[in-house]
């Protein structure tokens, strides 16, 4: 059974920056975890979880408008990690975060939370003003 432990949450000031990690187990082996399409979301309290970023398995990404240009995602198929880096973080970014793992490649609509089979626990991540 896939696994995701998410990591890396925090508090920080406006402007400041994160680096969540999501560690991945239960794959076969490396290139099993490498084939899959993988994912960030958050969801803000009040709100509905939507999704941030994804990744492909050729790297190919796709982000929300909101984070383009501030966020980075990106996978190490060697380590079984993905990682999203965040810059210029906004108060309006303060949200739990879950890693997500789809069985197959990104297709359709990449960031589809119906889509996603695998989720993490969750990392907090609080902006201030």
């Known amino acids: 059974q896939v696994q995701l432990v998410e990591s890396g949450g925090g508090s920080v000031q406006a402007g400041g920056s994160l680096r969540l990690s999501c560690a991945a187990s239960g794959y076969t082996d490396s290139y099993s975890y490498s084939y899959v399409c993988m994912g960030w979301f958050r969801q803000a309290p009040g709100k509905e979880r939507e999704g941030v970023a994804a990744?492909?398995?050729?790297?190919?990404?796709s982000y929300v408008d909101s984070v383009k240009g501030r966020f980075t995602i990106s996978k190490d198929n060697a380590k079984n990690t993905l990682h999203l880096q965040m810059n210029s973080l906004k108060p309006e970014d303060t949200a739990m975060y879950y890693c997500?793992?789809?069985?197959?490649?990104?297709?359709?609509?990449?960031?589809?939370?119906?889509?996603?089979?695998?989720w993490g626990q969750g990392t907090q991540v609080t902006v201030s003003s």
């Open positions: 990744i492909d398995s050729d790297g190919s990404t």
């Open positions: 997500a793992a789809r069985r197959a490649r990104c297709i359709g609509i990449w960031l589809k939370e119906s889509d996603y089979n695998y």
